[in-house]
């Protein structure tokens, strides 16, 4: 009986790990749902789109949500504009800090904004500390050379 179910089994098409399709779907290639739905669609799209307008003008908060979301993408990430001290040995590193949490404190950024420019500023603090060993090192080999 095993010897059935190996022989079946031994027959592939392809080697395992190897796909039926290597090339995948074609760039640009539409789903069929999506055809269909764009078929139906055609020639109605404008009339459905003064239709939630008209709908969100006269008080339909779904409507209105809808087309807010269409006019103004959510707003995933903002500038930051705070005038903060330049870091540039590591004895800068807490007037920027403390000038950071006084911005915190008075509302002009986020709290969450500023925990991201902590880790950026102990990310640089790192890089000053490795380039002063790095100036270090080459003041103690004779010949310039970083081993």
């Known amino acids: 009986m095993t010897e059935k179910t190996d022989k079946k089994q031994s027959d592939h098409l392809f080697q395992k790990g190897q796909s039926g399709n290597p090339a995948g779907r074609p760039k640009g290639a539409r789903n069929k749902a999506t055809m269909a ?29 809808l087309c807010l ?16 001290p330049a870091i540039k040995t590591e004895e800068d590193t807490p007037a920027f800090l403390a000038e950071l ?31 002063d060993q790095v100036r270090a090192q080459r003041e103690w080999i004779p010949n310039g050379d970083i081993v």
């Open 37 to 65: 739905a764009l078929n139906l669609l055609d020639g109605e799209a404008e009339a459905l789109t003064r239709r939630v307008i008209k709908m969100a003008l006269n008080g339909d908060i779904q409507a209105l949500r």
């Open 69 to 84: 979301e269409r006019i103004v993408a959510p707003i995933k990430e903002r500038p930051i504009n705070i005038t903060l």
């Open 101 to 131: 949490m006084e911005a915190v404190a008075a509302g002009e950024i986020k709290a969450t904004d500023a925990a991201i420019l902590v880790g950026m500023t102990k990310a640089h603090g790192e890089s000053l500390v490795r380039a």
